[in-house]
């Protein structure tokens, strides 16, 4: 859709507040984690890196960015309590299990966090997915310290020099795995060689498309990379002109 600023854009001047409102019309996506970004879903207890950013996430009210996030159809349950709070929410069942929603913000990026609960009646299974975007780069300023392969999340995640965990930013469509010889392993294997070249700085979604260096898909692709491991900015270096990580 092309943006037109008489239809799109409405400015509104709250006095009280000293600001000017504005209103973002944006057409949400058909289901859960498939908008702009590419997404994720994340359990808290799959890795000590998924709980670790479940843990620092800020609990808010929904927005434009989650109805963006779980898409049209689950938009409007958003705002609805869990059951757990009123037993009576139009997500509860029967007074006990539940398939709510709730909405947060990742402190850190500031991208939606949509979690959903799902409970039966009587709670024999209980868990909540956390569904978010992949950010597209980097915060400025923060360069890569470590790469890490999360085999539990299934998962790739960056440890800036400034302690903050991020999802290695992802291309809609041109997710990361290892393990095979795939799309998969060969986009990290591309985004391992874009690290290099930039040194650990400006590290942002999307590769070239040519194909990968040799030894550093044949080591993505193997088994070595198919646990999960912490790799240090050397090693990444030592991977580009060896094929190997020790
Ligand atoms: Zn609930």
Redo the contacts with the bound molecule.
Sequence with gaps: MTYEHARDLNLTYDSGRGYWHFVLYIEPPHGAGSALNGGKIMQASTSRYAAEWINRLTECDPDALHVALVGKNDAPNLWHP???EDPESP?AIARDG?V?WQTFHDPVTWLPVAAH?F?TVSGNHEYWRHFTFTPLALPEKERLDRLIIDSEADSIWVRTDQGNLHFLPEARGAGYSVGYGGGGPTELARMIEKIVQMDGYGVAAGTSRGMPNEKVMSWVSSKAADRTQELGLEQLKLLCRTGSVA
């Design positions: 869990c059951v757990y997500s539940c709510c609960h409970r």
